[in-house]
């Protein structure tokens, strides 16, 4: 383990551009995977989590490589995956995991999915409930997690499932089992989530019917469906533009624009909020990339208020709320934050890890069963501390290495290794910004 203390160091300031989106990288390439013929991807999130998807979809016999900058995905189709020969190891992460159960839910193949400490604690029945309607048959370890066997069933059977938790994961799972699926493939909504899933496949030529009656979504598709391969270009990450977007909000005297961020409004909920509480955001040059909607965020220091967040708004923002924590540390009055049990099940139970990281750098937070109370220090710098414990989470680690730009002594964080999941480049764009 690597631990890293990070300190102030002024002013963040000029440009800079974030990795790719990672729900829409991963996604990229299942769905390449299962085109027929070769998609082409531009801006494809190099981190970890997204490695491992495509370690995995070459195991079932995409070919998956680098050309130049770009990413080239010739695709198996949908229906001919191949038995992987080896576990499926899918490090530290869920959308891995959950999105490719969904996948060989409906083939005809057995796989054996593993993953980290952290990965291996996660919930999995919130998959393998529909996937068994459908009829794959699955061997989970007890407590239904990791490490686990699935065998996949094809032909699947169709069903229509409403959705028991707002997951953008479990809706994605039981849509792809779908693809291979004779009948159609019925998904009811309650809250929306990330609809990332559903774009992408109409831009893979899937038609995906989406309703919306009485504010829940019912999405719909038919299989078997054919995929035609697509060049993508992914938008940069709004989940890793929010550590930028804070930071600058905090640190006095900083104007800092991050180019290219996604601002799906199924993602953007953060920005709103941080607005809510008197953030000065700017968006410039507003424009589509890859389907989705894209501007630069001009983010300038201004004074934060503490709110009462709407708990309506946390799907769109679900794991910006480590970081938003951090916000509130730093804002005049107090944040309350409620509805937030999914937070419990993340690479870490985030309440409690945010809770005991931020009191360890001095900051004054109560611990509720669906949220954090936190009173803020009006500006004042945080006094600092630590080491506060990321428990292999990237984005406990990185909203703490946030905080300590806003503290008097610095924030210790006892391991920097798990930001290679989402974010390789994070300490280096922090050394930029505030060069
Ligand atoms: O579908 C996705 O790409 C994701 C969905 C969310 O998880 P849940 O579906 O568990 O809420 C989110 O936390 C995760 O980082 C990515
Ligand atoms: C929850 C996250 O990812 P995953 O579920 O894919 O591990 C995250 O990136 O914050």
Known sequence: MTSHRFSSRGPLTGRIRVPGDKSISHRSLMFGALAVGRSRITGLLEGEDVLATAAALRAMGAVIEKDGEDWVVDGVGVGTLLQPGQALDMGNSGTSTRLLMGLVASHGITATFTGDASLSKRPMGRVIDPLSTMGASFTPSPGGTLPLVMEGMQPAVPVSYRLPVASAQVKSAVLLAGLNTPGTTTVIEPVPTRD????????????????????????????????????????????????????????????????????????????????????????????????????????????????????????????????????????????????????????????????????????????????????????????????????????????????????????????????????????????????
């Open 196 to 435: 990332h899933t559903e774009r992408m496949l109409r831009g893979f030529g899937v038609d995906v019917e989406v309703e919306e009656q009485k504010g829940e979504r019912i999405i719909k598709l038919t299989g078997p469906c054919d995929l035609s391969p697509c060049d993508i270009t992914v938008p940069g990450d709004p989940s890793s533009a929010a550590f930028f977007a804070v930071a600058a909000s905090i640190v006095p005297g900083s104007d800092l624009t991050i180019e290219n961020v996604g601002l799906n409004p199924t993602r953007n909920g953060i920005f709103r909020v941080l607005e809510q509480m008197g953030a000065s955001i700017d968006y410039l040059d507003a424009r589509e990339v890859g389907g989705e909607p894209v501007a630069d965020l001009r983010v300038r220091h201004a004074p934060l208020k503490g709110i009462e967040v709407d708990p309506a708004i946390a799907p769109s923002m679900i794991d910006e709320f480590p970081v938003l924590f951090v916000a509130a540390a730093l804002a005049e009055g107090t944040t309350v934050t409620t509805g937030l049990e999914e937070l419990r099940v993340k690479e870490s139970d985030r309440l409690s890890a945010m809770a005991a990281a931020l009191a360890l750098a001095g900051a004054s937070v109560e611990e509720t069963e669906d949220g954090l109370t936190i009173h803020g220090t009006s500006g004042t710098p945080l006094p600092g501390g630590g080491p506060v414990t990321t428990h292999l989470d990237h984005r406990i680690a990185m909203s703490m290495a946030v905080a300590g730009l806003a503290s008097q002594g610095g924030v210790e964080v006892d391991s920097t290794e798990p930001i290679a999941t989402s974010f390789p480049n994070f300490t280096s764009l922090i050394e930029q910004a505030s060069a």
